[in-house]
């Protein structure tokens, strides 16, 4: 009976703690410092393992002499120029790169005979490894600018390429259908069904695109460049400071999660009637903050 | 009138789904299309449509022949199909890009308005039921007032009560319209044929064509429990029957 009693009363408590935590939006309604816990536990794990002397620090820095390196970088105007100059590089390559991809997968989307003739030509080349291109991009275009941000376009114009042309062919017959039934024009049919049935999966190729143009910067910096935070890298390891490249490290993730978030930041409005789990999730949990308040 | 001669589709895998049909429609008038699956009717539909082309024969519409989608002509799907994108008046006024603003709001919060959705006018497709989309649906397609209506099973993917309230709903708007546009209903739901058409098609595979004709004559609005309605069901029931119909089709 007591058994009973206590099992009864047990799942009241586990039912009420689940409600509260229900009402309180999940995991997903935990503050994003939850994100830091694990990447700070560790780096102050490391902190005090320095601190105690169970290393040196001096192949893998502790926080504290990243901090201060980051300072000092920061105070010197080094680190904003640096990470400027390699913002600047991959915004432009960026750019080049969903143009051109944008315009190719647009085209072998829509035409299954040219797709037939460049398709497989330009699956060949993405197979390529990034590093194989920069002899080549120095060759022709020299160690300056042009070769590096040609490189992060290359790079940005393939998921770009495979996502417009992906997203173009699997675009629901049925929703076409009823442009057809409306008699739209081919300009009309791309504008108002096409662009934005594609919209999802294209926002999801920019953000790949994005992340590897993030990639590509870091070997186009090694292509004899004098700023940007890929020479930060390499100036820290031939100068052996890696306190410098770790700071150079951080920054590029710094950047690369910024950028993307606006990314996400500017295109969410353009899809905010999709009917995607995770939306639902957050509405609900949208109206629980508004219930709990 | 909607006139169809001498309708064949082949499609390339050889499959012979109409062969040789002809109709007539008059201006008005409600025609439900049954038969088992694969004898046609959609094929048919979609061809009057202009979404498929017919192999030969024509179809026209007071005398002029049809050589794809017309304006004269609108559809509703066996699913809603609304853009997801677009906000449910956004839907509604689609096919209304020609006309000013002004108009083409007026007329689709007007297409609403008779469906009973005003109130669901800036809600997302995704947060209407199924018998609301379709709803929705059925305002997209009247809202520019054509001559003829092709519904495609439109209401079979909804329970029975939605069903039945989406039918009664379907000829109220059909007799509210300003010009009655003539509907061609295809479905496999008899019970729908009898309270919807004025006349039903029944349709027969191999290749598609039509094997019997069926005037009903019942008031409306039409209920199971009228008088005459299990009778128009059982001659419905006995034609689709295939021994029967293959007598049906011996004594014609």
Sequence with gaps: ?293 | MLSIENLSKVYQNGTHAVGGLDLSVEPGAIVAIVGASGCGKSSLLRIIAGLELASSGVVKIDGIPLDGPHDRIGVVFQEPRLLPWLTVKQNVGFGLAHLPREERLYRAELALLLVGLSNKANAWPRELSGGQAQRVAIARALVSRPDVLLLDEPFSALDAFTRADLQRHLLEIWRGSESQPTMIVVTHDLDEAVALADRIIVMRPDPGRIIAELPVNLARPRHRAQPGFDAVRHRLVALLDRRSADAALRSA
């Design chain 1, 1 to 293: 009976m007591t058994d009973i009693l206590s099992d009864t009363e047990a799942r009241k408590h586990r039912d009420a703690r689940s409600a509260l935590f229900e009402r309180a939006g999940g995991l997903r309604n935990v503050p994003l410092a939850v994100g830091l816990i694990l990447p700070l536990s560790l780096a102050l794990v490391w902190e005090l393992a320095v601190a105690a002397g169970l290393s040196s620090g001096r192949l893998l820095p502790p926080p504290s002499v990243i901090i201060q390196t980051l300072g000092a970088l920061w105070g010197q105007g080094d680190l904003s120029g640096h990470a400027l100059t390699t913002l600047w590089r991959v915004l432009v390559g960026f750019g080049l790169g969903v143009a051109a991809g944008t315009i190719a997968g647009a085209i072998t989307g829509y035409s299954r005979g040219i797709a037939r003739v460049l398709d497989p030509t330009v699956q060949a080349l993405r197979a390529i490894p990034s590093i194989a291109w920069v002899p080549l991009f120095i060759l022709w275009f020299g160690i300056f600018e042009l070769s590096k941000i040609t490189l992060i376009a290359t790079g940005v114009f393939f998921p770009v390429y495979l996502g417009t042309m992906d997203a173009i062919r699997s675009v629901d017959r049925k929703v076409v259908e009823v442009g057809l039934v409306h008699r739209l024009s081919s300009p009309a049919m791309i504008g108002r069904i096409m662009l934005p049935a594609i919209l999802p999966a294209y926002v999801t190729a920019l953000r790949s695109g994005l992340g590897l143009g993030w990639m590509f910067v870091v070997a186009a910096e090694f292509m004899g460049a004098s700023r940007g935070l890929g020479y930060l890298l390499i100036d820290g390891q031939q100068l052996g400071k890696p306190a410098q490249i770790v700071a150079a490290i951080i920054t590029f993730a710094v950047l690369g999660k910024l950028t993307d978030s606006i990314l996400v930041a500017v295109t969410r409005p353009l899809l905010r009637w999709e009917d995607r789990f995770g939306q639902r999730a957050d509405s609900r949990a949208a109206a629980n903050r508004q219930e709990v308040a």
